[in-house]
């Protein structure tokens, strides 16, 4: 994906504060983000998501793994479980995007 200061305009979030989690999956393969926004896992880890990224060809997601936290493709994670079947679409914040 481009790496500029935004990857997307809009984002999904299950609440106004992108706070709440959206979904539980696991890692279908290894994946190691090109620079420090990115979150690594190895294949069968459980990921957490707290918002999607959409509008762009490549979807990233934001979620974590332990206590890691960022952005990954979102074809990697196979959906395990649903917290919420609510999805509020949201201009993206370049500051509330990169909040741990």
């Known amino acids: 994906p481009e790496l500029g200061r ?36 190895k294949k069968g880890e459980a990921v957490y998501v707290y918002y999607k990224l959409i509008g762009k060809p490549i979807e990233l997601w934001a979620g974590s793994v332990g206590s890691d936290f960022g ?9 395990n479980h649903n917290y919420s079947n609510e999805e509020l679409e949201l201009p993206t914040d370049v500051s509330l995007t990169l909040v741990f």
């Open 6 to 41: 935004r990857f997307a305009e809009r984002k999904r979030c299950a609440d106004l504060e992108c706070s709440m989690l959206m979904c539980r999956g696991k890692a279908m393969r290894d994946f190691k983000g090109p620079d420090c926004r990115f979150v690594n896992f």
């Open 71 to 79: 952005y990954f493709p979102k074809d990697l994670l196979e959906i």
